[in-house]
């Protein structure tokens, strides 16, 4: 008998292998982002983002067949809207983008579940997350925007709301309007843990949200930063939170362990533009296996903490996973 341990006796074959593996991703886990864009007959591919669209309602029928038909676990929505102003009043227009693409997925896909991205930077002319004066975004003001959105996206039938703004008090504000309004079973997932990442420059060209001056440090996080995290996920699940998103995810892994370990609520990674620009431009220079690669990062957020993946991968992955299955 030898005096080592022979650790490899769990990895020689395929069988044992799946058999010990202690994390398991399923389409389930996954929440695909849709950009949802005004007019018709569009379907404009993201230059950055090799596979992924912005769709008019009149050609979503296909991406939602697939999204259901695979069996993945929500979508959330993005609006672009065909005109901006000061306050971002698209946001919470009643025939908003958002709002008519809920009402149509209720209509054709009632199964699936939607969550509403409530934030105005898509929405204003200056491209921030609040209302903006003298060059200084003012939080108490916006709350009451984000509150409107809020309960015009749940009256679209969204299913889910979350706040991406990082403005302070929103959920509370948010809470509070939906429950006013009668939909106090409606959750909040609460944008909690945002930084201000290099990460995201794909999805402001999808979304056409770039800042028109500045840029957005004073309310998204410091990179640096970790205990401050876990204050910003503590005061969102005292102000009603039900489920907390720590963005990017890549290189906050240690971040979303934290508040995995400390937050006694649903826990969400989002893969953000940039990390899948990288994986897709690496894949077409021929650098890596893109498919191995996709199951590695969404395998290691859900092993670092993550109960669900917000991810631009989803349809791919979940594709793969089916493919596994057979």
């Known amino acids: 008998m030898s005096d080592f341990i022979r650790h490899r006796r769990l990895r020689h074959d395929a069988r044992i292998r799946a058999f010990v593996r202690e994390t398991e991703l399923s389409p389930r886990d996954f929440i695909y982002?849709?950009?949802?864009?005004?007019?018709?007959g569009i379907q404009e591919?993201?230059?950055?983002?090799?596979?992924?669209?912005?769709?008019?309602?009149?050609?979503?029928?296909?991406?939602?067949?697939?999204?259901?038909?695979l069996q993945v676990g929500a979508v959330i929505l993005f609006g672009i809207p065909k005109e901006k102003d000061s306050l971002g009043s698209g946001a919470y227009a009643q025939d908003g983008i958002v709002q008519r693409a809920a009402r149509l997925i209720?209509?054709?896909?009632?199964?699936?579940?939607?969550?509403?991205?409530?934030?105005?930077?898509?929405?204003?002319?200056?491209?921030?997350?609040g209302v903006v004066r003298d060059?200084?975004?003012?939080?108490?003001?916006?709350?009451?925007?984000?509150?409107?959105?809020?309960?015009?996206?749940?009256?679209?039938?969204?299913?889910?709301?979350?706040?991406?703004?990082?403005?302070?008090?929103?959920?509370?504000?948010?809470?509070?309007?939906?429950?006013?309004?009668?939909?106090i079973n409606v959750p909040v997932m609460s944008y909690a843990a945002k930084y201000a990442s290099g990460f995201y420059g794909p999805f402001r060209d999808a979304a056409g949200s770039a800042p028109q001056?500045?840029?957005?440090?004073?309310?998204?996080?410091?990179?640096?930063?970790?205990?401050e995290a876990m204050r910003e996920v503590e005061s969102d699940l005292a102000e009603g939170a039900d489920m907390i998103i720590v963005?990017?995810?890549?290189?906050?892994?240690?971040?979303?362990?934290?508040?995995?370990?400390?937050?006694?609520?649903?826990?969400?990674?989002?893969?953000?533009?940039?990390?899948?620009a990288l994986v897709k431009a690496a894949a077409a220079q021929g650098w890596i296996d893109e498919r191995r690669l996709v199951n590695e990062i969404l395998t290691s957020l859900k092993r670092s903490g993550a109960d669900r993946i917000i991810t631009y991968h989803a349809l791919d992955a979940a594709k793969w996973l089916a493919e596994r299955e057979r």
């Open 106 to 129: 209720k209509e054709t896909h009632p199964g699936l579940l939607i969550i509403g991205d409530v934030c105005l930077c898509e929405y204003t002319d200056h491209g921030h997350c």
């Open 247 to 276: 963005k990017p995810a890549l290189a906050y892994g240690d971040i979303l362990w934290r508040v995995s370990q400390k937050a006694a609520c649903p826990v969400i990674a989002y893969n953000v533009s940039g990390e899948y």
């Open 213 to 227: 001056f500045g840029d957005r440090r004073s309310y998204q996080m410091d990179p640096a930063n970790g205990d």
């Open 33 to 40: 982002p849709l950009f949802v864009i005004e007019g018709e």
């Open 45 to 69: 591919e993201i230059p950055s983002m090799p596979g992924v669209y912005r769709c008019s309602l009149d050609v979503l029928g296909p991406v939602l067949e697939d999204i259901e038909n």
């Open 135 to 183: 060059g200084e975004i003012i939080n108490d003001e916006t709350l009451e925007l984000l509150a409107k959105t809020a309960v015009s996206q749940v009256q679209a039938g969204v299913d889910v709301v979350a706040p991406s703004d990082m403005m302070d008090g929103r959920v509370f504000a948010i809470r509070q309007a939906l429950d006013e309004a009668g939909f």
